[in-house]
T-cell receptor, first 112, second 113 residues
Framework: QKEVEQNSGPLSVPEGAIASLNCTYS??????FFWYRQYSGKSPELIMF????GDKEDGRFTAQLNKASQYVSLLIRDSQPSDSATYLC????????????FGKGTHLIIQP | DVKVTQSSRYLVKRTGEKVFLECVQD?????MFWYRQDPGLGLRLIYF???????EKGDIPEGYSVSREKKERFSLILESASTNQTSMYLC????????????FGSGTRLTVV
């Protein structure tokens, strides 16, 4: 069973600070990596995806991938109370059509 | 706005009933998926389909079946509902070989009593 591991939290971060969310995965063959945000009672929504080693930035969000260490992270700059949610890391199972394996999520709380 | 629509937001069914959960997407996506989400267990893949009439088992297919007669519609069937199938069920779709990310439906919260 391929695994994706996240710290469940809660991770508490002051408003305006950088929130850092981490994820490790077990399958070295994984090629596609995703971060989803899920508000309580809602379905997950895609924030970012990354395929290549290094950093990928989109607004206040930066995804970081290190395939050698099997490690993915998400940085949220200038954290806002509206960023309070559960963040799910996901990794492709095999080919693109075979779906994603999700971590159990990290609960992030941004303190005003 | 692209959408994945799940027919029911809340369902309450009795043990032993046959239950149908419906999912429709309007994005012409090839791939469709059914997950269930439980506290402490996260999202787990039940079944998926990459083409009409095609289906593949996910990680927890026992007690479930699926049907995909049309590209836009993917149905999850609980043959004989049991209380341990009480859960949030999420449908998702994606395009092509390289996942650009799922689009999820709003979910169906199923309670089996």
């Amino acid at each position: 069973q391929k695994e994706v591991e996240q710290n469940s939290g809660p991770l508490s971060v002051p408003e305006g600070a950088i929130a850092s969310l981490n994820c490790t995965y077990s399958d070295r063959g994984s090629q596609s990596f995703f971060w989803y945000r899920q508000y309580s009672g809602k379905s997950p929504e895609l924030i970012m995806f990354i395929y290549s080693n290094g950093d990928k930035e989109d607004g206040r969000f930066t995804a970081q991938l290190n395939k050698a260490s099997q490690y993915v992270s998400l940085l949220i700059r200038d954290s806002q109370p509206s960023d309070s949610a559960t963040y799910l890391c996901a990794v492709n199972r095999r080919g693109g059509a075979d779906g994603l394996t999700f971590g159990k999520g990290t609960h992030l709380i941004i303190q005003p | 706005d692209v959408k994945v629509t799940q027919s029911s937001r809340y369902l309450v069914k009795r043990t032993g009933e046959k239950v149908f959960l419906e999912c429709v997407q309007d994005m012409d996506h090839e791939n469709m998926f059914w997950y269930r989400q439980d506290p402490g267990l996260g999202l787990r893949l039940i079944y998926f389909s990459y083409d009409v009439k095609m289906k593949e088992k996910g990680d927890i297919p026992e007690g479930y079946s699926v049907s995909r007669e049309k590209k836009e519609r993917f149905s999850l069937i609980l043959e004989s509902a049991s209380t341990n199938q009480t859960s949030m069920y999420l449908c998702a779709s994606s395009q092509g070989d390289r996942i650009a990310g799922y689009t999820f439906g709003s979910g169906t919260r199923l309670t089996v009593v």
